[in-house]
């Protein structure tokens, strides 16, 4: 930065200034403080998280996990028994995992349901790791109710005799499911969806079929897992 050129006149004699460079004193910037990572306080109502499980030094762990494998995007929780993932849920209830909780990752490694579970498996058995993670997709639950009118339901399900009720794949035009969604966009059942309680009843894949056929009134129990 310089001054500008002027003339300064002085009892009658014109004097030329000429230009003095002005010298500024950079001053260091202070580099910006890298944000704090915030531990997470409580398991989101749906969506994704992670959890930190904590596992004993003293001897190989039991994981105490009943899973449901039909979904290939990963293992869904059908029921938690005793064992390092029951023992976290009582430490952290905020933090505790739930059933038809879908595990996405185990210590960042994605896959199928059966690559899921080996990691979980070798993680607690291995006694120098001291903890693994999860990370974890809970579903958005709602509520769809269909009234039966001798129409079919219009659906193909993905489901086991044993599974954690069914998983729509597709939702045909004309069938009562197609008409409901046209009627209520807000609850509107899709592939992908996993209805796993029918009037109140959580009920296993074969069981559910069975009075799907029956009931004449349906209150289904959705769950939805948002990417």
Do not use: W
Not at 28 to 57: C, D, H, Y
Not at 178 to 198: F, T, Y
Request: glycine share 8%.
């Amino acid at each position: 930065m310089f001054c500008a050129c002027c003339e300064v006149e002085e009892q009658g004699v014109a004097m030329e200034v000429s230009p003095v460079p002005v010298i500024e004193e950079e001053v260091p910037k202070r580099p910006a403080a890298a944000p704090a990572e915030v531990a997470l306080k409580a398991a989101p109502t749906s969506g994704i998280f992670t959890v930190e499980i904590p596992l004993p030094a003293s001897k190989p762990a039991q994981l105490g996990l009943d899973l449901d494998a039909i979904d290939s995007k990963g293992p869904i929780i059908v029921s938690i028994m005793p064992g390092v993932l029951k023992d976290f849920n009582d430490a952290n209830p905020a933090l505790s995992l739930e059933a038809y909780d879908r595990i996405e990752a185990v210590n960042g490694e994605t896959g199928e349901p059966s690559k899921l579970y080996k990691a979980m498996t070798s993680a607690v058995e291995d006694l120098t790791r001291g903890k693994f993670t999860l990370t974890i997709c809970r579903p958005r639950k709602f509520t769809a109710s269909i009234t039966k009118t001798g129409e079919p339901l219009g659906t193909q399900l993905n489901f086991k005799v044993s599974s954690a009720g069914i998983v729509v794949t597709r939702v045909s035009p004309g069938g009562l499911i197609s008409k409901h969604n046209e009627q209520n966009p807000s609850s509107q059942i899709l592939p992908g969806d996993r209805v796993g309680a029918l009037n109140g009843s959580h009920l296993k894949g074969g069981a559910m079929v069975d009075s799907l056929k029956k009931e004449p009134n349906l209150n289904l129990s959705v769950f939805r897992y948002d990417e």
